[in-house]
Nanobody, 116 residues
Framework: QVQLVESGGGLAQPGGSLRLSCAAS????????MNWYRQVPGKERELVAT????????NYADSVKGRFSISRDNAKNTVILQMNNLKPEDTAVYFC?????????WGKGTLVTVSS
């Protein structure tokens, strides 16, 4: 059974940091491109960060460049999103996603709230 389980969300102050983790199981993790998305109620889901399956190349949304960092550990089937210098506009539910050709898996999300 495929599972993506996010953890690490919570409340952070502006300028603070949070580290999101996604534990994957039930599929060949190393073969998949891994992504973090976020969604605010009433808005479309937004791609935040991507890490490729082989060369670990990364891409980021312009809104988080220089503040967020995505990494993966294929031995532990884990993908991490390190979020620094958080802003109130980063408040959203963050979702872990795995993609490989026609396969597309999602976690249930973890809530990040940035507020003083």
């Amino acid at each position: 059974q495929v599972q993506l389980v996010e953890s690490g969300g919570g409340l952070a102050q502006p300028g603070g940091s949070l580290r999101l983790s996604c534990a994957a199981s039930g599929f060949t993790f190393s073969s998949y491109t891994m992504n973090w998305y976020r969604q605010v109620p009433g808005k479309e889901r937004e791609l935040v960060a991507t890490i490729s399956r082989y060369d670990y190349s990364t891409n980021y949304a312009d809104s988080v460049k220089g503040r967020f960092s995505i990494s993966r550990d294929n031995a532990k089937n884990t993908v991490i999103l390190q979020m620094n210098n958080l802003k109130p506009e980063d408040t959203a539910v963050y979702f872990c996603n795995a993609k490989w050709y026609g396969m597309d898996y999602w976690g249930k999300g973890t809530l990040v709230t940035v507020s003083s």
